[in-house]
């Protein structure tokens, strides 16, 4: 089992920057994808980035390409995801996950088994 804890989240300014974090317990995430999801109210968890094992890999979704990036630190076992020139439309609860079944960036919802609490994230205009 791996446990996974957001944090990093919290209200910004349009135009503001935030970093993720997500911190990964109970099992090495170092042969795993990963991937941050985001879900606004009243809508469905979308994604938002994911990661190879080895990092070399990433995959955005169109509307944060060029603004976010993910990174991992395996020695740490934390993943990242730095958000910059952020909207009111990036407001959402953001969730971490690790793809258990594949080590490659995946954006298919179906291929994490594992996710975190989710941390806020508020872009006032």
């Known amino acids: 089992q791996v446990q996974l804890v957001e944090s990093g989240g919290g209200l910004v300014q349009a135009g503001g920057s935030l970093r993720l974090s997500c911190a990964a317990s109970g099992r090495t995430i170092g042969n795993y994808g990963m991937g941050w999801f985001r879900q606004a109210p009243g809508k469905e968890r979308e994604f938002v980035a994911a990661?190879?094992?080895?990092?070399?890999?990433?995959r955005y979704a169109d509307s944060v390409k060029g603004r976010f990036t993910i990174s991992r630190d395996n020695a740490k076992n934390t993943v990242y995801l730095q958000m910059n020139s952020l909207n009111a439309e990036d407001t959402a609860v953001y969730y971490c996950?690790?793809?258990?079944?594949?080590?490659?960036?995946?954006?298919?919802?179906?291929?994490?088994?594992?996710w975190g609490q989710g941390t806020q994230v508020t872009v006032s205009s």
């Open positions: 990661l190879s094992w080895s990092g070399g890999s990433t």
């Open positions: 996950a690790a793809a258990a079944r594949t080590r490659y960036a995946t954006d298919y919802k179906g291929d994490y088994a594992y």
